[in-house]
């Protein structure tokens, strides 16, 4: 059983933190250096002479006396059964009672100083921190060390590298030695850290950790360093976090079909991305020549008139995190047709201007472009559009009617953007030719031979292209008859039946030859009746009587 010593108290006279610090030191280093001394004393005393051993003793007395000196007198007053003091980094207190700090051992006669214990952790099992230095009394020992800078919280992407450092007061000279330990559990419970998997440089200041994995997330990380002498010192708690990769922003077509017609305008509804840490970006570009050319990456979503062809929206995340890559991007597409085109028409006849009753119709060359469903139909109209046929899918072939005739063609889309489409032929139509009117003269039913006959005229009408009024006669009943001829006719009437013709020409598609034609019955002229003399003689005489 240990005996304890006692030291007489001396006057108390105020003290520094730093002369404790050293008083304490000092104490502690004489009377182990004392204790030995005496050891050796009592051990040699009956193997040396005399004179060696006053010598001895003479010196051991004045080591004491010498290093009794220099010990700062509150020192004194601390009886060795003082209570010993442990910190933690709040500064709360734990009594741990040390009542064996001096061992006196009656069968050598050797006083020495039991430190065991000094340097080791108390543990309460709590989450405190433990023994940080040795006291002696209330009084800190020389062996020191503080951490000066304890690990920052890191937050990185999933994969990702990272480390915790600390940093200490301590100089190299006191070979300061390193350990890392881990906390999965909010702090309540560390383990050391060994080098391998994840982790590396577990020895050092620097705590360093490779492809970090999503299951660390929230981790504790602290550092311990510990000097030559036993002093040790742990930092405060530094939080891992681990962030999934970027994931890009999910998107919704706007309009949500896969064909639209060009000029309908695109754009996406979004979900945010996720994932990622430090600073942080969603952006989106698009493309409508199937990714050949893109707009510039922006935070600013896409809205854009579509173009034929196939179009494109693109969504990606960007963070610059630690180990943060960018996110693959997502994508939509449309393809992109061309709007509607109708059929286009070509007119038959084809030719601007027709007499009425033409056969109309067109010749058709297949409509195209649009989406969904697509219909080319025709309809016609022969009051210039005041009114028209019904929409049909055949082609129409009508007869012409004065005026202005038009024939359509459409194409129909029932696809996103699609707009119907249409196109157009129109004829002129004009009356059929009508021959000049004649008016005889004479205008009488009969005339005697060898009357003048003629007529005065109204012009004609009707009739396209190349028209022209013309005239003929005959005089005996159309058996044979002059040639046509511009000029109206004047000729002497010959017995029988005369006739005037006229007619009007028009070499405009669709254009008949029309005429008009008038006539005389002609008789011969008065003949006198024959008269037979009676008598038939040239010469009668006077009184005779003549007759016929």
């Keep these: 059983m240990p005996h ?8 108390i ?5 730093r002369m404790q610090r050293k008083s304490a030191h000092r104490l502690l280093t004489l009377m182990k250096f004392r204790s030995a001394l005496s050891c050796i004393l009592s051990k040699i005393q009956h193997t040396i002479p005399s004179w060696q051993k006053v010598l001895l003793t003479s010196f051991v007395m004045f080591f004491s ?3 009794w000196g220099h010990i700062h007198p509150t020192l004194l007053t601390l009886p060795y059964s003082q209570t010993y003091y442990s910190y933690d980094d709040s500064q709360t207190i734990f009594p741990v009672e040390r009542q064996d700090w001096i061992i006196y051992d009656p069968t050598s006669a050797c006083l020495s100083i039991n430190t065991t214990g000094i340097n080791t952790d108390y543990d309460y099992k709590s989450n405190l921190a433990p023994f940080k230095r040795p006291i002696l009394g209330d009084r800190e020992l020389e062996c020191d060390v503080e951490i000066t800078s304890s690990p920052s919280n890191s937050s990185i992407c999933e994969g990702g590298n990272t480390s915790f450092s600390i940093e200490h007061n301590a100089p190299p000279s006191e070979s300061p030695t390193y350990t890392w330990q881990l906390s999965t559990d909010g702090g309540i419970i560390w383990n050391d850290i060994a080098n391998g998997g994840v982790y590396s440089n577990a020895t050092t200041e620097t705590l360093s950790i490779s492809g970090a994995t999503a299951s660390m997330n ?7 360093v510990t000097i030559d002498c036993g002093a040790y010192a742990t930092s405060d708690e530094g939080v891992l976090v681990v962030v999934a990769q970027p994931a890009a922003p999910g998107l919704t077509k706007n309009p949500d079909v896969a064909e639209v017609c060009a000029g309908q305008a695109l754009t996406v509804a979004i979900t945010a991305g996720t994932g990622g840490t430090g600073t942080i970006a969603d952006e989106y570009r698009f493309s409508t020549d199937n990714g050949t050319t893109w707009s510039l990456w922006s935070a600013t979503v896409p809205n854009f008139a579509a173009v034929t062809g196939t179009n494109l929206i693109q969504s990606r995340r960007t963070a610059n995190g630690t180990g943060c890559n960018t996110s693959s991007v997502n994508e939509v597409s449309w393809t992109v047709v061309d709007q509607p085109a109708a059929p286009d028409l070509t007119k038959n006849p084809d030719v601007a201007e027709v007499c009425a009753g033409q056969t109309l119709t067109v010749s058709v060359t297949a409509g195209s472009g649009g989406s969904g469903t697509i219909t080319d139909e025709y309809r016609y109209s022969t009051n210039n559009g005041s009114t028209w046929s019904g929409w ?3 082609e129409p072939s009508f007869a012409a009617v004065t005026g202005t005739n038009l024939i359509q063609s459409r194409r129909t889309a029932t696809g996103t953007g699609c707009n119907t489409s249409s196109n157009e032929v129109s004829w002129t139509v004009v009356n059929q030719p009508s021959a000049p009117g004649l008016t005889k003269n004479p205008d009488v039913a009969e005339v005697c031979a060898g009357q003048t006959l003629t007529v005065s005229v109204t012009a004609g009408s009707g009739g396209s292209g190349t028209i022209t009024d013309e005239y003929r006669y005959s005089t005996n009943n159309g058996s044979t008859w002059s040639g046509w001829s511009t000029s109206v006719p004047s000729f002497a009437a010959v017995t029988g039946t005369n006739l005037i013709q006229s007619r009007r020409t028009a070499t405009g598609t669709g254009c008949n030859t029309s005429s008009n034609e008038v006539s005389w019955t002609v008789v011969n002229q008065p003949s006198a009746p024959g008269l037979t003399k009676n008598p038939d003689v040239a010469e009668v005489c006077a009184g005779q009587t003549l007759t016929v």
């Design 392 to 394: 049909s899918t055949s």
């Design 4 to 11: 304890e010593a006692t030291i007489a108290t001396p006057s």
């Design 65 to 67: 006396l010498w290093g």
């Design 13 to 17: 006279l105020p003290l520094s933190g």
């Design 218 to 224: 929230g981790y504790k990380y602290r550092g311990k």
